[in-house]
């Protein structure tokens, strides 16, 4: 079992930068990891996940060539860079942990979530 705690979310103006982060009590080598957001009225959806290894991240179209996933498997650490931030990124951003061995879009293929961390892009 894993216990996830994100942090790093905040307000920032559109076409800002902010870093999230997520801090896991286990060994995320062991796990593939991605980040969720859910905004206000909306199902949560599916933003990046890293294989175990970190060589392979795979994102949604939505946020291609904006935010940057990665992983520190020594530190049990996983970040969100993520750039030219736009309101419609505005949501509560979850860290999440697989137990299987492939990666997983859906929120039904993670096995352990975080609390989230709110972020606003304000417009």
């Known amino acids: 079992q894993v216990q996830l705690v994100e942090s790093g979310g905040g307000l920032v103006q559109a076409g800002g930068s902010l870093r999230l982060s997520c801090a896991a009590s286990?060994?995320?080598?062991?796990?593939?990891m991605a980040w969720f957001r859910q905004a206000p009225g909306k199902e949560r959806e599916f933003v990046a996940a890293i294989t175990r290894s970190g060589a392979s991240i795979n994102y949604a179209d939505s946020v291609k060539g904006r935010f940057t996933a990665s992983k520190d498997n020594a530190k049990n650490m996983v970040y969100l860079q993520m750039n030219s931030l736009k309101s419609e990124d505005t949501a509560v951003y979850y860290c999440?942990?697989?137990?299987?061995?492939?990666?997983?879009?859906?929120?039904?293929?993670?096995?352990?979530w975080g609390q989230g961390t709110q972020v606003t892009v304000s417009s």
């Open positions: 999440a942990a697989r137990s299987g061995p492939s990666l997983s879009t859906t929120v039904a293929g993670y096995d352990y």
């Open positions: 286990g060994r995320i080598s062991n796990y593939v």
